[in-house]
């Protein structure tokens, strides 16, 4: 039976940042990043307020700056392998993120089967955010219960990788879980956590587990 892969991205697989922290450095607007997110910790802006103000920064953003910004930004180690190793198994990686699709999409490069990201308007920005299809922690338990239906699976055929609170939802439901590089709250309630640099590694450590059942 197939099993799914669920991967966040930033500070997961994006080791030590994020997507709009990448793009902001390029933009010169790292200090009014810093404010939103400060914002976002403090529970004054929910991630729908947050992507209409990045809406607002990056007004000038271009498909071409994306992915410039996307190959110079500090992945972890063994994506591109443990993608393509999940592929061979006949299994499914998924990638799902809050951040927006038009940088997340880029993974499909490294062989991401599914990228699931906020919906954003057309580069450069000309319409509106719309709220509506922007992800919160909560769409990620949604989305990969969707898919769960779609191929047939459940939730204990599910392993799922992440590093801070946005992953909290997933960890909650699943029993496979993987804190990479995770905050304090995430480690307690993964199976495994890993601290470093290759995504190789927990991964098989997930896999001996899975293995067993």
């Known amino acids: 039976m197939k099993v799914l892969h ?25 200090t009014e990043l810093h404010l939103l997110e400060k914002q976002f910790s403090q529970g004054d802006i929910n991630t729908k307020e947050f992507a209409a103000e990045l809406q607002f920064l990056w007004s ?3 498909y071409v700056d994306v992915a410039e910004v996307f190959y110079a930004s500090p992945w972890i180690g063994g994506i591109k392998e443990v993608f393509d190793d999940i592929r061979a198994k006949g299994e499914v990686s998924m990638v799902i993120t809050l ?6 999409q880029h993974l499909r490069k490294f062989g991401a089967d599914i990228v699931v990201a906020s919906n954003f308007p057309a580069l450069p920005f000309r319409e509106p955010v719309d709220p509506e ?14 898919y769960v239906q779609e191929y047939g699976l459940n939730l204990e055929k599910c392993v799922a990788y992440g590093d801070s609170d946005s992953d909290l939802p997933l960890f909650n439901a699943l029993t496979n879980t993987v ?4 905050t304090d709250k995430i480690r307690e309630i993964a199976l495994i956590h890993y601290e470093g640099n290759d995504l190789w590694q927990p991964y098989q450590l997930i896999r001996k587990k899975i293995s067993c059942e």
């Open 179 to 182: 804190a990479i590089n995770g």
């Open 99 to 104: 951040s927006p699709d038009f940088f997340a």
């Open 60 to 62: 000038n953003l271009q």
């Open 133 to 146: 299809k922007i992800l919160t922690p909560e769409s990620k338990l949604q989305i990969l219960k969707k």
């Open 6 to 30: 669920v991967f966040d991205m930033d500070g997961t697989l994006l080791t030590g940042t994020t997507a709009s922290l990448e793009i902001a450095r390029t933009m010169n607007c790292l």
